[in-house]
């Protein structure tokens, strides 16, 4: 395993690891043995093992025609649709991938929210140059991603007319039902699945994720190894040799001792997207029934100039888990200034990896002594294979771990209620006794 997991600042006494023990390898069982609530949506647990090749074959020779026929490519979805691939996209190619276009197209996603701005910028991004959409929707009819491909499906049709279009838009979608498989049936898109067993936000390795991935130039066969690797280590029922049961207990415990939030902080800008991702997984998984721990993320050093006094000296209702990198890409040393006039001369020809290690560990020592427990992943490198193992890693801990706190960690009941209220303040038939008594709570 690339991936290491060290919990000796945690503040726990010897035997607390001890009592959680029972519960987290039961919890573990559940999942193992898919006899929990929810089990039936559990396809990812095996996913490395039994993907379907066809498909993956299929997704692999999709991105190369994409890369062969487009400088642009726009994926379209929302939640777990999308999260998972711009977070794969940026840990392995870094914030500025689609500038520094070293390897396959530019990616952009839309259909994550309603601004009409945001769209209008994609828009003026792509100018002239060729572009394909893939969207990316079980139903076909969730709102946000809809709006989108409405938009970008004229604009496709506009430029390269009705046949071209077709030829530029791969659907992602139910494999048998749903608005999207019919628009998709009935107008030749070419089509992937998404699973029936895989719920959006454990979705991010399936035809959901790959596909942008691999047209953006991610090695998707690295991917699927990395996540093989993780998912053998964590198959194994030793509670003290198995990382991601040791995690889910600890975030038990911390719960237990009256932590209510769990920030994911990270020291490279390129895993900031990949924090999102974390927040939907987490989120959506355990916050029901009045349960569950806040999953925050944060980018250090930059937050500790924002939110690092609250953490520091704040209220003590949180712990951190570190997401660590030891190798840079590249890197740079502080040049020499013999005037030294900042007074950095100390720190020259340091490298910047070596700063910012030393940057967290006196972090994490100082909000440690401060009442802030840390624990800490640390990765090998950022590449294709480690996203691939850090991704199972978080599934199968926050399996085991809301299994522990007593959820069903993956259906998201709450998710719906927003989307009535849209749906009935915006005249959407079958909602209309809705409208007036929430314009009258709205003042109008």
Known sequence: MSIQFNYQNAGLRAHELEYARPLAEAAFCAVEDRCGPGHEMLGWLDLPRDYDAEEFARIKAAAQRIQAQSEVLVAIGI?????????????????????????????????????SDYVQSIFDIIGDRDFSVN??????????????????????????????????????????????????????????????????RFSCLSAVGLLPM?????????????????????????FMQNDAMLYAALRYLMLMKGKQVEILASYEPALTMFGEWYKQLMAE??????????PVSASFTTDLHSIGQFIQDGSRILFETVLWV????????????PANVDGLEFAAGLSMRDINEKAMKGTLL????????????????????????LVYFFWKSLAISGYMIGVNPFDQPGVEAYKKNMFALLGKPGYEDMKSALEARLGK
């Open 214 to 238: 691999a047209a953006g130039g991610m090695n998707i066969d690295q991917v699927m190894r990395g996540c093989l690797s993780a998912c053998s280590a964590y198959h194994n029922p030793n």
């Open 135 to 200: 969207v990316i929707s079980k139903s076909g009819t969730t709102t946000e991603p809809a709006v989108a491909f409405r938009l970008f499906k004229e604009k496709l049709e506009a430029k390269y007319g009705k046949e071209g279009a077709r030829s530029r838009i791969y659907a992602t979608t139910d494999k048998a039902r749903g608005a999207l498989r019919g628009l998709a049936v009935t107008e030749g898109y070419e089509t992937f699945v998404v699973p029936d067993d895989i719920g959006g």
């Open 285 to 294: 998984s355990e916050g029901k029934e009045g349960k569950g721990l806040f």
């Open 366 to 389: 100082a909000h440690v002594d401060g009442g802030a427990p840390n624990l800490v992943v640390t990765l090998n490198r950022l590449s294709d294979y480690t996203f691939g193992e």
């Open 326 to 337: 030891e190798e840079a890409q590249r890197e740079l040393l502080v040049p020499h200034d």
């Open 79 to 115: 939640g777990g649709s999308y999260l998972g691939a711009r977070a794969g996209l940026e840990f392995v190619k870094g914030p500025f991938g689609n500038q520094l276009r070293e390897k396959g197209v530019e990616v952009y996603f839309a259909g994550n929210n309603l601004s």
